[in-house]
Nanobody, 120 residues
Framework: VQLQASGGGLVHPGGSLRLSCLAS????????MGWFRQAPGKQRELVAD???????NYGDSVKGRFAISRDNAKKTAYLQMSDLKPEDTAVYYC???????????????WGKGTQVTVSS
């Protein structure tokens, strides 16, 4: 199983980006999809996550600006980021909990990360 994150880049303050994370390989089900970020010198923190039920959870600093969604058929999670601020600059990682063999045992997988830089 591999997770491939994409969509990062350089954007001006107030701008928008959409990140995608695609899972590939032996996958029967995905129950949890999350986005985390890590800025230099800081701990990795939750940005947003979404459960298979559709329930969403957001970090306090991104509420009202970011939106997470998922497409189960495409095995993809999205993070729409709006009104970006310099403090949003970080490497963004996706994290899925995947059942690879239909036994309802979910294993966490991480993508390699995509850089988001917000600067004028």
């Amino acid at each position: 199983v591999q997770l491939q994150a994409s969509g990062g880049g350089l954007v001006h303050p107030g701008g928008s980006l959409r990140l995608s994370c695609l899972a590939s390989g032996r996958i029967v089900n995905i129950n949890y999809m999350g986005w985390f970020r890590q800025a230099p010198g800081k701990q990795r923190e939750l940005v947003a996550d979404i459960e298979s039920s559709g329930k969403r959870n957001y970090g306090d600093s991104v509420k009202g600006r970011f939106a997470i969604s998922r497409d189960n058929a495409k095995k993809t999670a999205y993070l729409q980021m709006s009104d970006l601020k310099p403090e949003d600059t970080a490497v963004y990682y996706c994290n899925f909990y995947i059942d690879p063999n239909g036994r309802s045992v979910y294993v966490p997988y991480w993508g390699k990360g995509t850089q988001v830089t917000v600067s004028s």
